[in-house]
């Protein structure tokens, strides 16, 4: 470089430095500016029906559904169901033994293990976020703050989503290693011998089933009924005991054979929480922002007039 444009170019970088002043700050985060005007409060099935569609379990609801809403200047933007917890259940058994039945249970003992979850814990058994607030954050902190103000000592999760989103994890949940489902092999066998596609694939199985005559399509669909049913608690239990059966024989082909998938395959994540606020008065209301006010294990600091 000549001795001119050696001139030039130091004469640029002292004026740029002059005029551009560059910060960096340490473990810069982004924060969404919306989640301070979103609000945690007790909803209705209406805000349910609002957004049902978006979740994958639209179809029914939980036993002893309870409803929570977070609230956007009037607009509902996420609905979490919490529910009644299953009696027996093999993944809390690896989290809580004693509650394991020991094969020398009475009615009494049993009797006090129901007795014992129905007053101890709750289960968070549908949770949805509209699309237009997903990876913003919002998730996590409204299942930390719901989890508080249902007020239970331990709340409890089974979700197939947290293998790939750690929304329960960052909400302050511990999970267990995952198993398979209690029919899974005896599903598996089924589907194999029923179909010849791959029995995680709907739509091959779907297309399989197109290619059958009438008749012989509407007898596998009666056998995967009969099997479906006889294996499902779901169908017998909460908002369907009493009418599963008559539901299940309603089923078009999709919705049958995604049950039965469902049944068979799936694997959830089951994760605990204790919650620290047990025993003190819950807020009717909180603000999403809340959850930063302390770790996700620890009691609730938030104070209203901050």
């Known amino acids: ?40 409060e007790r909803g209705t099935k209406r805000d349910w029906e609002l957004l049902h569609e978006l979740h994958y379990k639209a179809e029914n609801l939980p036993s002893g ?7 956007l200047e009037g607009e509902t933007v996420g609905v979490l169901v919490t529910a009644t917890p299953k009696g027996l259940l093999k993944e809390r058994h690896l989290a809580f ?23 101890n814990m709750r ?10 607030y997903r990876g913003v954050g919002a998730g996590y902190r409204f299942m930390n703050l719901v989890s508080r103000i249902e007020g239970a000592p331990i709340m409890e999760i089974q979700s197939s989503m947290s293998k790939f989103n750690l929304f ?14 209690n029919k899974y092999v005896q599903g598996l ?9 791959h029995p995680a ?19 596998v669909l009666e056998e995967v009924r009969a099997f479906y049913y006889r294996h499902s608690a779901l169908e017998k239990t909460g908002s369907n005991r009493g009418n599963g059966q008559t539901r299940v024989a309603a089923m078009d082909a999709r919705t049958l054979v995604k049950s039965l998938q469902q049944l068979v395959l799936a694997s959830p994540m ?11 008065p819950p807020p009717e209301r909180l603000p999403l922002i809340a959850f930063d006010a302390q770790e996700p294990t620890r009691p609730l600091a938030w104070r209203g007039d901050e």
């Open 97 to 119: 033994p004693h509650l394991k039945p020991d094969g020398q249970d009475t009615r009494l003992t049993n009797t006090h293990r129901y007795k014992w979850i129905n007053a």
């Open 201 to 219: 694939d709907l739509e091959a199985i779907l297309a399989e089933l197109a290619g059958l005559d009438a008749a012989r399509r509407e007898a």
């Open 1 to 40: 470089m000549t001795r001119a444009r050696q001139s030039v170019a130091g004469a640029f970088q002292r004026e740029s430095d002059a005029l551009t002043q560059i910060e960096r700050a340490d473990a810069a985060c982004a924060r969404f500016s919306l989640l301070e005007r979103m609000f945690v």
């Open 65 to 71: 559904p309870r409803f929570w809403r977070l609230d």
């Open 270 to 280: 089951y994760g605990v929480w204790k919650n620290p606020d047990a025993g003190r």
């Open 168 to 181: 329960g994890q960052k909400a302050g949940f511990r999970f267990v290693r995952p198993l398979n489902a």
């Open 189 to 197: 066998t089924f589907l194999r011998s029923t179909f010849a596609a």
């Open 123 to 132: 289960v968070i058994s549908r949770f949805v976020v509209d699309t237009m």
